[in-house]
């Protein structure tokens, strides 16, 4: 079976993105682009309201709604200009703007040009509801609903009476400031959830650090005794190597056949070790007291299984080859049966039942594989407190360069799978 990565996306997630995500991404890329040269967005939309009041000016069409059709034209080209200009400060001073628009807006009203530049104020109601405080609007309403009144002050009711026409204008307003207090929200709200999002993300990594550095402060206590006791054992052989030396060359030479088997092994684990600590260093806080109990080994395993059966979950178990590995072998291997077997007792159901095959391999390689019948959990369910199941399973096997793979059984069959392989030791 192949080995399940939570961290990574599965196949259903590497489907194709749907619109929405297309969309989104493309918006994305713009809204960075307009963050990094505001400017360019901002000529590009003001350019395109100058020339268009500039046609509407020129072409004669402001006459078709004008209540007096003989303004001069000069006087249309100017107040079209100032009607449209300001746009280009509608973000960065968007009252500012609107205010300047002012006088235009009133002199078209009286003139009886009327234009229909004038809407373009509605596009600087919007920026304001976007970006300054509410109470704005207030006066917003006032000054975009003064031309109106000048306009009936003026000419009379002319085509719809002054309460229709009013009404329409404060419809408008009303639209453009709710688009902008909708957009602002939307705009809040997404800002909340990146900002969340990061954080989330920020803490899953820490839980992920300190876990591995925990499980790896775990390991180092267990790599010293094993190298203490093969340092005590070398020290005793040499002890009497030296004595036996004189008086029985024979098992002198056996004695430092010995010496030069478990310095190896010694040093192996010496280089495993410094693997483990290569950036690890003490934070300088309080530490709990080392365990001073003997760590497990595989001759410990039927007490292990034992236990398990007591607690109510049926163990078969297959042994193949010799258990010939050392210490740190033997106690990764017990440790993998254990957390497996833990999890199993935790997720797998009260009529599950498991079954652990476990072959031994020349130059200390060994597969192990603990299955179980229980209902199918998540990928992430035995390392859910903390993240010290499959972690510390993970940096266990690392430590020997073998492999995990740990995740549903294929189907059929229900339940979970754990499959460990550690390779032949390197000669050292």
């Known amino acids: ?45 003001t350019g395109f309201w100058v020339l268009a009041a500039l046609i509407d000016a020129t072409g004669g069409g402001w006459r078709n709604v004008a209540r007096d059709p003989d303004v001069p034209a000069g006087l249309v080209l100017a107040l079209s200009l100032a009607l449209s200009v300001p746009l280009l400060w509608r973000r960065s001073h968007p009252a500012a703007a609107l205010l300047a628009t002012l006088p235009a807006a009133l002199a078209s009203s009286w003139s009886g040009a009327t234009l229909q530049a004038t809407l373009l104020q509605l596009l600087l109601v919007h920026h304001i509801a976007l970006r300054l405080p509410l109470r704005n609007l207030w006066w917003v309403v006032a000054v975009v609903t003064a031309p109106t009144c000048v306009t009936v002050a003026r000419y009379g ?25 909708t957009v602002r929200a939307r705009r809040d709200h997404t800002a909340v959830l990146e900002d969340r999002a990061r954080r989330l993300e920020t803490e899953r990594d820490q839980q992920v650090r300190l876990a591995a550095a925990a499980e790896r402060a775990r390991i180092a206590r267990e790599m010293h005794d094993i190298i203490g006791h093969n340092l005590s054992v070398i020290t005793g052989l040499a002890d009497g190597g030296r004595y036996a030396a004189a008086k029985s060359p024979d098992r002198a030479a056996q004695a430092l056949d010995a010496i030069s088997t478990t310095s190896r092994q010694a040093l192996g684990e010496l280089r495993r070790l410094l693997d483990v600590l290569r950036d690890d260093t003490q934070d300088g806080g309080s530490r709990t007291a080392p365990e001073l109990a003997p760590q497990p080994a595989l001759t410990d395993l039927d007490h292990l299984l034992d236990g398990v059966r007591r607690a109510g979950l049926p163990v078969r178990t297959t042994v193949t080859g010799e258990p010939t590995l050392p210490e740190g072998r033997q ?20 009529d599950a039942d498991a079954t652990v095959d476990l072959a031994y391999g020349r130059g200390g ?57 550690l390779p032949e030791e390197s000669p050292q």
């Open 157 to 181: 009711d002319g085509p719809g009476s002054w309460n229709q026409q009013l009404g329409s204008q404060l419809l408008s307003i009303g639209v453009a400031a709710l688009i902008g207090v």
């Open 1 to 45: 079976m192949d080995h399940v990565d939570p961290a990574q996306p599965g196949p259903e997630d590497r489907a194709a993105e749907p619109l929405t995500e297309y969309v989104q991404r493309v918006n994305r890329r713009v809204r960075d682009f307009d963050r990094r040269r505001p400017l360019v967005w901002d000529v590009l939309l």
């Open 365 to 421: 390689a060994v597969t192990l594989t603990v299955t179980d019948t229980g209902r199918t959990v998540p990928v992430q369910a035995p390392a859910h407190t903390g993240g010290r199941g499959l972690t510390g399973m993970r940096e266990r096997t690392a430590l020997y360069g073998g492999t995990l793979e740990a995740g549903p059984r294929p189907a059929p069959a229900h339940g979970w799978r754990v499959h460990l392989h």
């Open 331 to 350: 106690l990764t291997v017990y440790r993998v049966i254990q957390e497996a077997l833990t999890n199993t007792l935790k997720h797998a159901g009260p």
